[in-house]
């Protein structure tokens, strides 16, 4: 008879039985077919087999969660709270209800730990939701490491990248009140696309200030945004008091999502029926993400895995605490010593290297001050190929987590997360984008480090968007070729 697969989390390791605080469509799922490769009598040929059947979980609509997560109900202690930009005082929702649909403010206040999600953005979750959660079999042969390595792939949304998760939600929020026009930043463009998507699935107009150097280096990002019914302007630019400041001393300023944010802000607070959208950073667009980690953990579950380890690049910080936080919840509660590292460049090492503080979310001083990581609202990083890395702060909840020591960070170069990407796309068979890249690098020395130590250990990272629009971006930077 064919010996049981030890897989991790198997008698060794159990699962600890979680009381979910989350409520998932469907209910108990029936038990998966037995595999076609499954002959009688013993062999190492079917066991290989077997584990390669094994490779992807699958995407049952009762691995869709009816609610977010939110991880503030958990915290021993709540982070800093924001400041208004003018009298320094702690914010009031009412203060931010001129900027934002108030829906969106009060998800922001929010301290509940479920937050049901509306049945419309349900509707559109599951156009392609849940995303796949995939073992990286072939990565780990070509690094001949014991470790395991599993991905959770949002670039199976609509446009490519998580950023879908959180715009369909802010989207919705405006068409229910009736707001014209969501105003945004893009750096690399995902976020521009997925708003743009969300605007055109629920009648919102999308006016998109993108990042001079992506708005250069992805023009198919460009067309992306345009074909949803977007509409696109070079940041900074001279439509907007706060990008003629920039553009007037270099029209070739190579921008900020610091100073795009300035742009987009400026725009929502002097046009009526305009309102401001956000990608990153804030606590409602980190509460959207989850349904990655959500996902991720009952499909984890089906594999029979625990990761051990948790990685994701960082730039806000949504894509990493979508997919962390609801394991964090393990950690916060002690039953679980998973670790979390979160990737950023060593161009823009906002939790390596900046400080935590009280800073200015854009670069004019429009936006309220929150406590975060940040390298200075003034800070204008070099024209990364991974243009939605490129900014000053860190979202104030990544912030408190790293704080408490329950977050590691790490800065990785260019040539690493391009050298990583070329190395998933040749086994994987899938381009991650140059963001997700960065975790890629640091999943490769996780799993050589354990290599070097003789240790299994199971890692998860996400996969946040694919790379077929960033093509440019992997040419000049050898276009994968072998010195």
Known sequence: MRPALELVGGPNRPINPFPPPIPFLGTSAPAPPPSP??????????????????????????????????????LPELPKPPLHPATREPLRPEDLEGLFPKGFVAQEAETARAVPIPDAVLEAYAVFRPTPLVEATALKKALDTPARIYYKYEGAGPVGSHKTNTALMQAYLASREGVETLATETGAGQWGSALAYAGSRFGVATRIFMVRSSYRQKPGRRTLMEMFGGRVLESPGPTTAAGKSFYDRDPDHPGSLGIAISEAVEVAAKTPGVKYALGSVLDAVLLHQTVIGLEAEKQMAELGAVP?????????????????????????????????????????????????????????GLTPLLHMHTLGAEFVPPPLHAGGLRYHGMAPLVSHLAALGLVEAKAVSEKAVFDAGVLFMRTEGVLPAPESAHAIAAVVDEALAAKRAGRPESILFNLSGHGFLDLAAYAKNGNGRTP
């Open 308 to 364: 051990d380890t948790i990685v994701g690049c960082v730039g806000g910080g949504s894509n990493f605490a979508g997919l962390a936080f609801p394991f964090v919840r393990h950690r916060l509660r002690r039953d679980r010593a998973t670790r979390f590292l979160a990737v950023e460049p060593e161009a823009c090492p906002t939790l390596t290297r900046g400080g935590l503080r009280y800073d200015f979310g854009d670069s004019a």
């Open 37 to 74: 490769w499954a002959p009688a009598g013993d062999g190492g040929q079917d066991n290989e087999r077997n584990v390669t059947a094994m490779r992807f979980a699958s995407r049952k609509d009762a691995d869709l969660p009816l609610a977010f997560y939110n991880i503030k109900a958990d």
